[in-house]
């Protein structure tokens, strides 16, 4: 029982390149999310999914766009990387928006 | 606008020597309100809910306790384990879709 699983763990990426972030759930959850954790701000919410088919924006979207592949998976993606990204990834599921979420183990990104 | 305030930023311990750490909120209607542990390079780990003023929860050593307008978790006779830090979120939005966090608590206990 793997929970949410991310990918990769680490990544370098040079200013405007791009990526996608991808995570996993195999906890059959309906919900998804998309979390950044920078030092000393907490973790503040990019994206979220609340149930297959649907997207919705966060308090820090700018510069990210996700895709919420099938139930298990939620990716997310970064067109143009800026050195303000640099950050932890953190993606999670809960069952619904109501309830706990969990959390994977992280993508730490540094753009230079 | 919604927000959470986590003090202290950081708290070190004796081993046995019990505290708590406070978690206070401002938020349109709370829906619940969560406590996380988080060890250093790994994802947050859930701990507890809490739905309403008076509720309380207990693992272990730790006690978590809801007003409405902050949340405590108590940490009774710690060991060096318990070492990490503490996350506070609430759940937010108009239809409890958002999980707005405090900055944390980092917690260390020395033998």
């Known amino acids: 029982n793997a929970g949410v699983t991310q990918t990769p763990k680490f990544q370098v990426l040079k200013t405007g390149q791009s990526m996608t972030l991808q995570c996993a759930q195999d906890m059959n959850h309906n919900s998804m999310y998309w979390y950044r954790q920078d030092p000393g701000m907490g973790l503040r919410l990019i994206y979220y999914s609340a149930s297959e088919g649907t997207t919705d924006k966060g308090e820090v979207p700018n510069g990210y766009n996700v895709s919420r592949l099938n139930k298990r998976e939620f990716s997310l993606r970064l067109e143009s990387a800026a050195p303000s990204q640099t950050s932890v990834y953190f993606c999670?599921?809960?069952?619904?928006?109501?309830?706990?979420?969990?959390f994977g183990q992280g993508t730490r990104l540094t753009v230079v | 606008e919604d927000q959470v305030t986590q003090s202290p930023e950081a708290l070190r311990l004796q081993e046995g020597e019990s505290s708590s750490l406070n978690c206070s909120y401002t938020v349109s209607g709370l829906r619940g309100l969560f406590w996380y542990r988080q060890d250093p390079g790994k994802g947050p780990e859930f701990l507890f809910t809490l739905y309403s003023a008076g509720e309380e929860k207990e693992k272990e050593r730790l006690k978590a306790t809801l007003t409405k307008k902050e949340s405590f978790l108590h940490i009774t006779a710690p060991k060096p384990e318990d070492s990490a830090t503490y996350l506070c979120?609430?759940?937010?939005?108009?239809?409890?879709?958002?999980?707005?966090f405090g900055a944390g608590t980092i917690l260390r206990v020395k033998s």
């Open positions: 999670a599921s809960s069952e619904t928006v109501n309830t706990e979420a969990f």
């Open positions: 979120a609430v759940q937010a939005g108009e239809y409890g879709n958002k999980l707005v």
